[in-house]
Antibody, heavy 118, light 109 residues
Framework: EVQLVESGGGLVKPGGSLRLSCAAS????????MNWVRQAPGKGLEWVSS????????YYADSVKGRFTISRDNAKNSLYLQMNSLRAEDTAVYYC???????????WGQGTLVTVSS | DIQMTQSPSSLSASVGDRVTITCQAS??????LNWYQQKPGKAPKLLIY???NLETGVPSRFSGSGSGTDFTFTISSLQPEDIATYYC???????????FGPGTKVDIK
């Protein structure tokens, strides 16, 4: 069974940093592109970042470019999101999601809440 | 950047009704269009991919159609467990990016 489990969320002050993790199991992690998608409270879904299976290709939404860094460790079946210079508007539930085919997300984690507030 | 619009933003329908949601892209996206269901407090769930393909395990009352800029998602017979918000999502490969529609909240009348 495919499982994605996020961790690392919490309360952080504006300008602070946080590192999210996503532990994958039940599939060959190293074969899939992985992504972070977020959802602000009461709002819609926003794609954040994507990393290819071998980390060769990395992309970011304009809203986080230069502040967030996506990475992965295929030996540990883990995906990461390093978030720096956090802003109030980064407050959201952050989901990791597996990408398949022409850009569909077929499996999602349960999400981890990041709250940026003083 | 490609923009996605969805309509309606919300709807109420009776059990057994046919429900239709539309999604429009600001430019031609071929069939790079997926549909998700999200229930409160839960992660999104993929229902339809590549505009019209039913994800494995998803009930056949869900369907999708369209190509280019105009897409339709249909629930042929609304069930109580279908209460959720539905999102369309497109994939753009130049540069790679994924854009979700604003969502359609479906309630039971």
């Amino acid at each position: 069974e495919v499982q994605l489990v996020e961790s690392g969320g919490g309360l952080v002050k504006p300008g602070g940093s946080l590192r999210l993790s996503c532990a994958a199991s039940g599939f060959t992690f190293s074969s899939y592109s992985m992504n972070w998608v977020r959802q602000a409270p009461g709002k819609g879904l926003e794609w954040v970042s994507s990393i290819s299976s071998s980390s060769s290709y990395i992309y970011y939404a304009d809203s986080v470019k230069g502040r967030f860094t996506i990475s992965r460790d295929n030996a540990k079946n883990s995906l990461y999101l390093q978030m720096n210079s956090l802003r109030a508007e980064d407050t959201a539930v952050y989901y990791c999601a597996r990408r398949l085919g022409q850009g569909r997300f077929d499996y999602w984690g349960q999400g981890t809440l990041v709250t940026v507030s003083s | 950047d490609i923009q996605m619009t969805q309509s309606p933003s919300s709807l109420s329908a009776s059990v057994g009704d046919r429900v239709t949601i539309t999604c429009q892209a600001s430019q031609d996206i071929s069939n790079y269009l997926n549909w998700y269901q999200q229930k409160p407090g839960k992660a999104p769930k993929l229902l339809i991919y590549d505009a019209s393909n039913l994800e494995t395990g998803v009930p056949s009352r869900f369907s999708g159609s369209g190509s280019g800029t105009d897409f339709t998602f249909t629930i042929s017979s609304l069930q109580p467990e279908d209460i959720a918000t539905y999102y369309c999502q497109q994939y753009d490969n130049l540069p790679p990016a994924f854009t979700f529609g604003p969502g359609t909240k479906v309630d039971i009348k």
